[in-house]
């Protein structure tokens, strides 16, 4: 595993969180995407916002989702 050589390395784990939502894994996965956003310098942060956005509706966590809907809304509309 990848990630016991780089435990920090935000791409690796923001593809281990979306194998972790496919298998129904939210909790491990919204670990790892907050991991990810923490970082400033994150490239991939809508795709990652997305992630946890799933994850967390999973989860029954509404509020959670809907706050991250509304980040990635505000990131897309700077980008135009």
């Known amino acids: 595993d990848m990630l016991i050589k780089c435990p920090n390395d935000t791409a690796l784990l923001a593809e281990r969180a979306s194998e972790l939502i496919k298998l129904g894994r939210y909790k491990e996965a ?32 509404s509020s959670l989702a809907a706050a991250d809907e509304q980040k990635i809304a505000a990131l897309k509309s700077r980008q135009r």
Do not use: P, T
Not at 31 to 50: F, G, M, T
């Open 30 to 61: 919204i670990a790892d995407l907050n991991k990810v956003l923490q970082e400033k310098d994150q490239k991939d942060s809508i795709r990652c916002l997305q992630l946890r956005a799933l994850a967390y509706r999973k989860s029954n966590m």
